[in-house]
């Protein structure tokens, strides 16, 4: 019945023409009621939505997970090359294993389906752990991204920390730790538990070097907390930052892979020093 009067189902849903009226009248009337109708649709975006409505915001963290068009060639062209007669191509099926490769700029092995590992030869440098704790999957693109940014320097590679067990944390190995925040500024879920567990048992972390790096978005009340939570855990536990605590704001211009790389520039030297020279004091 109010379908009827209104055009309105639902909010969001709505009935025009014979499915409102029944069937009355031929194509002209169904036009003019679909007019109609539109208008009733524009107001109610207009009055419903326009706060809820965050725009742009709201599609940065999709965007941080896309390639640029060059990357987009890449994977084309790798796919096109792995191709299985009569077949154009072989689809990487694997996302991961597509943004590695799209920002890497080189190939991945032929074997790219039994094999991730994108060939960066830094088996000679110092190990890297990249650890994230993520909700979504930004954190961990960000320690993907920073792996390749850092080869160079590094022998680096990345681990999700809800993984790891409090003894992987009594490490000597430098690690950079990417965690988002969520609810009011809380850790990721995946991490709740391991930190309760590391800060209740009071795992000794005096080995650890860290560098962190917290991901968030400066519209909520809590901006990037996640990371300060972990950061007084892990120095109460007497694990050592090494620098300041990086920040991505969701909701700002840059993005979190470019921020990242900028913040790591600024410690890794440090952060890989101290490691080696504390180590070595042992
Ligand atoms: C439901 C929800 C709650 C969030 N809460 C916070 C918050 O309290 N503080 C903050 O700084 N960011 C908050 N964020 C933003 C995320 O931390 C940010 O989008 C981050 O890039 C997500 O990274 P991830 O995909 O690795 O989890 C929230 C995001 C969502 C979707």
């Keep these: 019945e109010r379908a009827a009067a209104t055009g309105r189902i639902e909010p969001g849903l709505y009935a025009a023409g014979w499915l409102r009226r029944g069937p009355v009248g031929a194509i002209p009337t169904q036009r003019t009621d679909a007019r109609e109708l539109a208008e009733v649709i524009a107001a109610d975006l207009e009055r419903d939505d326009a706060q809820q409505r965050v725009g742009m915001p709201a599609l940065r963290s999709d965007l941080a997970r896309a390639t640029t068009w060059d990357g987009w060639l890449l994977i084309d062209a790798h796919e096109k090359a792995n191709n299985a007669e009569p077949r154009p191509r072989t689809k990487l099926t694997d996302a991961r294993q597509m943004r590695l490769l799209a920002a890497s700029a080189t190939d991945l092995p032929r ?13 000679h440098l110092p190990k890297l752990t990249i650890a994230y704790a993520t909700e979504s999957g930004n954190a961990e693109l960000v320690a993907e991204q920073l792996v390749l940014h850092l080869a160079d320097r590094t022998n680096a590679s990345t681990v999700d920390l809800a993984t790891l067990t409090p003894d992987q944390l009594q490490t000597d190995t430098p690690m950079l730790l990417v965690t988002s925040s969520y609810d009011e500024g809380e850790l990721p879920t995946s991490i709740r538990a391991l930190h309760a567990q590391v800060v209740t048992q009071g795992t000794d972390l005096s080995s650890l070097h860290y560098g962190l790096f917290g991901l968030g978005d400066t519209s909520y ?21 090494i620098g300041e605590i990086g920040r991505h704001d969701a909701g700002g211009r840059t993005l979190a892979t470019e921020a990242a790389a900028r913040w790591a520039d600024t410690i890794i030297t440090e952060l890989m020093v101290t490691s080696v020279k504390e180590v070595a004091a042992k």
């Design 111 to 123: 074997s790219a389906s039994e094999d991730t590992a994108v060939e960066l030869n830094n088996a």
């Design 221 to 241: 009340e809590f901006f990037s907390r996640g990371a300060d939570i972990l950061d007084q855990s892990l120095q109460a536990l007497r694990a050592r930052r």
